[in-house]
């Protein structure tokens, strides 16, 4: 699979050295700030926001996940304004709240998440709504064959075609290791798509829209496989 291009906002390079020196400031300057109560994640979703070279995907996470946001700064949502906007070709158009997400059944599924960058976090519970349940009560229209989602990053997107969508191992995801999705993780609402190359599960996930035809999504655009098949995956499991 081709190499994923690091994101750049112009001008030179910076070097990994030069990163990691100012990281080190940075890390000063959060002393005083409410980052240092949010531990490692939050450290690392604060310096990723000051690093406009994504860089920070390669510092070490005791975790084992690492950060990605293809932009600088996202904003934080919770139950006073998430929404998730489920249109398209449907015959029921619906936005979500998140408590609404709360409050319908919740699947639990044990999955891997592999980077294409070379990481992996094996056999982690995802909890959250079955995506099959939330295009059932949206109500598919016939002319319908694929998902396109999109972010409240305000720059991700993703793809699956209507099949792939209904598996019970996709899930519209609220809580990772029991426990609710941090911002950092792309919560409170991420997509976690089991089969698949984890680029394909959305973080900050805020429209679910049916289309005709699969519309490549943002890696997808710059040259990653629109099926994003994790080596071994049961393609065929329902
Ligand atoms: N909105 C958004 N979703 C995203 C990405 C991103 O940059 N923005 N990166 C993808 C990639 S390549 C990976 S490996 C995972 C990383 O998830 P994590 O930051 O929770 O480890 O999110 C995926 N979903
Ligand atoms: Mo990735």
């Known amino acids: 699979m081709a190499e994923k291009p690091k994101p750049r906002t112009g001008g030179a390079p910076v070097g990994r050295r030069a990163m990691l020196g100012m990281l080190g400031a940075g890390a000063a300057g959060l002393a005083a700030a409410p980052y240092l109560q949010r531990g490692w994640e939050g450290f690392l979703a604060k310096a990723s926001e ?3 070279t994504g860089l920070t995907g390669l510092l070490p996470n005791p975790g084992g996940f690492r950060y990605y946001s293809v ?8 139950e006073t304004n998430y929404a998730l906007t489920v249109g398209g070709l449907v015959d029921k158009p619906k936005t979500y709240t998140l408590d609404e997400l709360r409050a319908m059944p919740q699947t639990r599924v044990v999955g891997d998440a592999v980077c294409t960058d ?3 976090v094996d056999g982690t519970p995802w909890e959250g709504v079955k ?3 939330i295009l059932d009560d949206a109500g598919v ?4 064959a694929a998902i396109r989602f999109t972010c409240f990053d305000g720059a991700y997107s993703e793809s699956l075609t209507l099949e792939q969508a209904r598996r019970s191992d996709v899930l519209v995801a609220l809580n ?3 426990k609710p999705i941090s911002h950092a993780h792309g919560g409170p609402v991420r997509l976690y ?3 698949m190359y984890f680029y394909k599960s959305a973080k900050w996930l805020s429209g679910i829209s049916v289309t005709d035809k699969v519309v490549p999504g943002y890696w997808e655009e710059r040259g990653y496989a629109v099926d994003g098949w994790l080596d071994g995956a049961d393609r065929d499991a329902a």
């Open 176 to 178: 990772l290791q029991d």
């Open 71 to 78: 932009v600088g700064s996202v904003p934080h949502k919770d």
């Open 131 to 133: 995506l099959a349940d």
């Open 118 to 120: 070379g990481w992996r």
């Open 193 to 195: 798509v089991a089969p």
């Open 50 to 52: 000051v690093d406009a």
């Open 141 to 144: 229209r016939s002319s319908g």
